[in-house]
């Protein structure tokens, strides 16, 4: 198996991180945030959880740095506390406060950081775990689409331009399947499966690896880029990443947001990108009647480790009731009904094969 490439994003970050000069970088605290990441890459956490977790340090060094602290035994409960009093008071430049959410991942990586400082004697003993995180937003999203909206959103890319399988099928693979962008970004060739209409995801979110199933809509678009387009846009012959930019290399995230955007404002939708397909895609299969297991399964949520029963889901299983619940089925002829009419006798008639059952 390749090796997964490192994503771009986070090397420019790291690149331009590297070229910072900032005084509060000097301060000795600096040393032992840098340990803390090596030990964090040598546990196997993932290169965005690193990021993560030095840029939320790096914030704390250096608010500790503009105070004269620079020793790991100098941050105390009170100083802690101090730094979230910062944190809840802080403005950004357009006068908003930070969300509850970005405090708290500001904030989060401290308690491992200590802990880690206290295990290695750094630290007498762990000042951070007594600190109280803000409670973990549970907000509603922004963008829910219609299944008309993204009937709408899958009608806008130009088929019959040299790139327009390539976009309609990005479009139908995010909706059919719910993954994430960056999920979709690192796909290979390989992980397709039409004939068994599967998708193999590989080091998600986690590094967690899943199958999920493929609409049929989604697979015959992703079939007639294949065979259409992709070999067109290739440059290297040795490149396997699935779907490839114009000039012939894999998208980038922003790249990879900026085209569904663009085609989200074409179909009237004002808010969004893809991550409004990724609900859409569980929002429409739960309201016409898929459990909840399978919609956590398919989005590859982690809050599938709290029960067995949730990470051993049979994709059998999982292709039976996507396929009776997921709007973006193919019309097999040309009857006059729409195709969200018949979705919906299909879900009522499931619903009742249920209840006789």
């Not at 500790?64 to 950004?92: F, I, N």
């Not at 430049?93 to 802990?115: H, M, N, V, Y």
């Not at 590094?207 to 007639?224: M, N, S, T, Y």
Request: with cysteine; net charge positive.
């Amino acid at each position: 198996m390749r090796a997964r490439p490192v994503k771009r994003h986070l090397r420019k970050r790291a690149m331009s991180r590297g070229v910072q000069t900032h005084a509060w970088m000097e301060n000795a605290l600096m040393h032992y945030v840098g340990l803390y990441v090596e030990w964090s890459a040598m546990t196997g956490v993932t290169e965005a959880t690193q990021f993560n977790r030095r840029r939320a340090l790096e914030r704390l060094v250096q608010w500790c740095d503009a105070r004269g602290l620079s020793q790991p035994e100098e941050l105390t409960r009170a100083v802690l506390e101090a730094y979230q009093r910062h944190l809840y008071l802080y403005r950004k430049i357009d006068g908003q406060p930070l969300a509850i959410r970005s405090q708290r991942e500001l904030l989060k990586p401290l308690t491992g950081w200590f802990k880690w400082l206290s295990r290695e004697r750094y630290v007498a003993y762990n000042v951070a775990g007594e600190l109280v995180l803000p409670k973990k937003p549970m907000a509603l999203p922004k963008v829910v689409l219609s299944v008309g909206q993204v009937e709408r959103l899958m009608a806008q890319p130009d088929v019959s331009e040299i790139t327009g399988a390539r976009d309609r099928a990005i479009l139908e693979v995010l909706y059919s399947t719910g993954m994430r962008r960056m999920e979709l970004a690192q796909l290979s060739v390989s992980d397709i499966e039409l004939e068994t209409r599967t998708v193999a995801i590989r080091c998600g979110k986690g590094r967690r690896d899943r199958f999920v199933p493929l609409g049929e809509r989604a697979c015959h678009w992703v079939e007639r880029y294949l065979l259409e387009e992709r070999a067109n846009l290739m440059v290297r012959p040795d490149e396997w990443t699935l779907f490839l930019t114009d000039y012939g290399t894999p998208f980038e995230l922003g790249n990879m947001s900026g085209l569904v955007r663009r085609y989200m404002r074409r179909a009237g939708i004002k808010e969004g990108s893809c991550h409004a397909l990724r609900h859409a895609c569980a929002t429409h299969m739960l309201e016409n009647g898929a459990d909840v297991r399978f919609i956590q399964a398919m989005l590859g949520h982690a809050e599938l480790t709290s029960t067995q029963i949730y990470t051993r889901v049979a994709i059998g299983k999982l292709r039976e009731v996507h396929t009776a619940t997921h709007p973006a089925k193919m019309q097999r002829d040309d009857a006059a009904a729409s195709l969200l009419a018949a979705i919906e006798a299909e879900a009522q008639a499931d619903a009742e094969q249920e209840s006789e059952s």
